[in-house]
Every structure is written in structure tokens, then in C-alpha cells.
């Protein structure tokens, strides 16, 4: 299982087979912003397309995310 990533909310015991950095699983994901999360994607998209200028956008965006995930981990 060491192949696996964690989802990055402490205590949180899922994972994913997938090669990420940090990971939100599914259960966390859904308590943050659907807002966020669309502008998330349109950045990423952006970025994808090769507008490089959006890295920190995303990276700030990312952050906020996980916090509102680790935020409705506690409720």
C-alpha cells in the first residue's frame, strides 16, 4: 500500500491509486465550495492550455480547499 496516495485530511484513512502530491478523497471534497471548485477547474484548464501564469492562482485556490475540507472534517 505504499504506492498510494492518502487523502491529505488528517485521520482520514482513504487513498487512491493515483500518482498526486496531495489528494482530497470524495467524502472531504464535497464539503467545500462548489464555487471554488469551478473556478478551481477553470484554472486549471487555463494552465492546461498553456497559460502558466495561473500556477499560483491555483496553488492559493488549492490551499483554500483543503482548509474548508479539514474544516467540515471536524462536524
Known amino acids: 500500500m505504499a504506492d498510494r496516495t492518502r487523502c491529505c485530511i488528517p485521520f482520514c484513512r482513504?487513498?487512491?491509486a493515483e500518482t498526486y502530491?496531495?489528494?482530497i478523497c470524495g467524502k472531504h471534497w464535497s464539503t467545500?465550495?462548489?464555487r471554488l471548485?469551478?473556478?478551481?477547474h477553470k484554472r486549471k484548464?487555463?494552465?492546461a492550455k498553456g497559460d502558466h501564469s495561473q500556477g499560483p492562482k491555483?496553488?492559493?485556490i488549492w490551499e483554500r480547499l483543503k482548509r474548508q475540507a479539514m474544516e467540515g472534517a471536524l462536524f
Open 37 to 40: 471548485r469551478s473556478i478551481l
Open 58 to 60: 491555483i496553488m492559493r
Open 45 to 47: 484548464r487555463r494552465w
Open 32 to 34: 467545500t465550495s462548489k
Open 14 to 16: 482513504r487513498t487512491t
Open 21 to 23: 502530491d496531495e489528494w
